[in-house]
């Protein structure tokens, strides 16, 4: 079964760039989504297909996607960005990545 | 606006079959390229996806979880069912469903529900 990979957590300072990543084989060939899940909340789609944002997603979230990894970007880093990022993908099935969980210095 | 929510017991007997309703509104599952899915959270874990109901009646399912799940919608209450027999402590988890679009992918979800499998 196809399996994403993401880093457990990441920091970034306020202000700064932070940029997740999710590998997986030749994901740039796939369509990745984006959503953030804050704390008993359920997750928003931040980014589909690799690079879209939905209607009131601020310009700060962009995707990428190439080779082995999707990066989810995120300028500008607040404070209320701190949450769990999971990446997803269909490959004859729904799968998602572990999730990375955004820390905001 | 688009609004789903699920309902269903909070605690079931390991064991038993769960059933999940989802209740929607903003949308119809007789729209060309929309569905309703259902993925669970287990408790400080990651998300794991479980089945899709298309507007045609497609249907697919978690591989791993196939022989145990089944889904279904009814269109004129604007509802979709998850059963899940054979409840194990393990299946303790939120429980969400969420709008499908074939462009947006799960773009709208429900606030999720809690189910506890416990004896």
């Known amino acids: 079964s196809y399996e994403l990979t993401q880093p457990l957590s990441v920091s970034v300072a306020l202000g700064q760039t932070a940029r997740i990543t999710c590998g997986g084989n030749n994901i740039g060939n796939k369509n990745v989504h984006w959503y953030q899940q804050k704390p008993g909340q359920a997750p928003v789609l931040v980014i589909y297909r690799d690079s879209n944002r939905p209607s009131g997603i601020p310009e700060r979230f962009s995707g990428s996607n190439s080779g082995n990894t999707a990066t989810l970007t995120i300028s500008r880093a607040q404070a209320g960005d701190e949450a769990d990022y999971y990446c997803q993908v269909w490959d004859s099935s729904v799968v998602f990545g572990g999730g990375t969980k955004l820390t905001v210095l | 606006q688009i609004t789903l929510k699920e309902s269903g017991p909070t605690l079931v007997k390991p064991t038993q079959t769960l059933t999940l309703t989802c209740t929607f509104s903003g949308f119809s599952l007789s729209t060309s390229g929309v569905g309703v899915g259902w993925i669970r959270q287990p408790p400080g874990k990651a998300l794991e996806w479980l089945a899709l109901i298309y507007w045609d009646d497609d249907k697919r399912y978690s591989p791993s979880l196939k022989s145990r799940l089944t889904i279904t919608k009814d269109t004129s209450k604007n509802q979709v069912v998850l059963t899940m027999t054979n409840m194990d402590p393990v299946d303790t988890a939120t429980y969400y469903c969420?709008?499908?679009?074939?462009?947006?992918?799960?773009?709208?979800w429900g606030q999720g529900t809690l189910v506890t499998v416990s004896s």
């Open positions: 969420a709008h499908f679009s074939t462009v947006t992918t799960y773009d709208y």
